[in-house]
């Protein structure tokens, strides 16, 4: 067994996350997610309304007695989900762990610690993540520019992120981007991460909702099988390569602006792929470590792959280096 300071702070068993994905962060994989060990979220924006996420808990507590959390993530838009009634539902439900993201969540953290609830908050570099610690995360997940969606405007990958991070913060710190075995597990904890975050590699899982031709695609990319789209707008995101998402560069290095790729990257076109199995219907998230990917395992048999030969590299590949 591996046990970090996130596993005993956290009380999760194995220190590995399957953090929030839109459209994907449903009841049947978190569920799975937690049986095996790990710690999954349920993505709270995915569902329409904050009554479908009351709904939606309800559901993977009928699936699961292991501890799960909850994902919000707050981004500025025109017309704003209503965040704070997402969050008194994931109070109101008895929820002790929450995921967030985008925006600054010191608003929320009275209430999440008043309900005794802990916070995770997602970070792309060292600068934010000291400032989540200060106002009174529990824990932060940092993303290497490797990971899908957004890894920030700074471009430094894992290797140093996470050290860096690791060096600067005292509160648990989960590795995030360019994870999908047990190599990454043990690499993230040698560099000073608690535990590791996977999202690609929880999409291509049996239990994962999004549909069948989506694993098969992951499963026969390359790690050179994404796209740097928003780039010129400085809200650069990693997404699949694909029609839709090369279009959307062609169009930024024309010196387009958002307003004309906005048809092409609407939320509801990229739920299609998901949800259809077109794969060329919208943009949808992807990270390099689609190379790393060659199979559509149960989660309970990804995660307790992982934690075996993660023991098997620490206790005998990396010490027979020591003389």
């Not at 762990?97 to 995770?120: D, H, M, R």
């Not at 060292?126 to 890894?151: M, N, T, Y």
């Not at 992982?306 to 005998?316: F, G, P, T, Y």
Request: aromatic share 4%; proline share 5%; net charge negative.
């Amino acid at each position: 067994m591996l046990r970090t300071r996130f596993t005993e702070q956290f009380g999760i068993e194995h220190p590995i996350v399957q953090g929030g994905m839109m459209w994907v962060g449903r009841a049947e994989l978190v569920a799975a997610v937690a049986n095996a060990g790990g710690l999954g979220f349920i993505t709270a924006l995915t569902q329409p309304t904050p009554d479908d996420l009351r709904r939606e808990i309800a559901r993977t507590r009928e699936l699961t007695d292991k501890p799960f959390g909850v994902n919000l993530t707050i981004l500025p838009s025109i017309n704003p989900p209503p965040y704070e009634e997402y969050s008194r539902v994931i109070i109101e439900s008895g929820v002790k762990i929450v995921e967030t993201a985008g925006a600054n969540p010191e608003p929320f953290l009275p209430a999440y610690k008043e309900a005794g609830i802990k916070v995770l908050h997602k970070c792309t570099s060292v600068r934010h993540a000291l400032k989540a610690q200060k106002i009174g995360v529990d824990g932060v997940s940092i993303d290497g520019f490797e990971c899908a969606g957004h890894p920030g405007e700074d471009d430094v990958p894992g290797l140093i992120l996470i050290p860096a991070a690791a060096k600067a913060l005292d509160i648990p710190i989960i590795a995030s981007g360019g994870i999908a075995d047990a190599r990454g597990l043990v690499a993230a904890l040698a560099l000073g991460a608690d535990g590791v975050n996977m999202g690609t590699r929880f999409m291509c899982t049996q239990e994962s909702g999004v549909h069948q031709k989506v694993k098969e695609q992951i499963v026969a990319h390359t790690e050179r099988n994404t796209q740097l789209i928003f780039r010129t707008m400085h809200n650069t995101a990693r997404v699949a390569d694909n029609e839709v998402s090369r279009k959307v560069v062609e169009i930024e290095k024309a010196g387009g602006a958002f307003e004309d790729v906005r048809d092409l990257v609407a939320g509801a076109r990229g739920r299609r792929v998901f949800e259809e199995g077109d794969l060329d219907a919208g943009i949808w998230s992807a990270g390099q470590v689609q190379g790393l990917i060659d199979d559509i395992p149960t989660c309970a048999e990804l995660i307790s792959r992982m934690v075996a030969e993660a023991e098997s590299l620490i206790n005998d590949r990396l010490a027979s280096f020591v003389a």
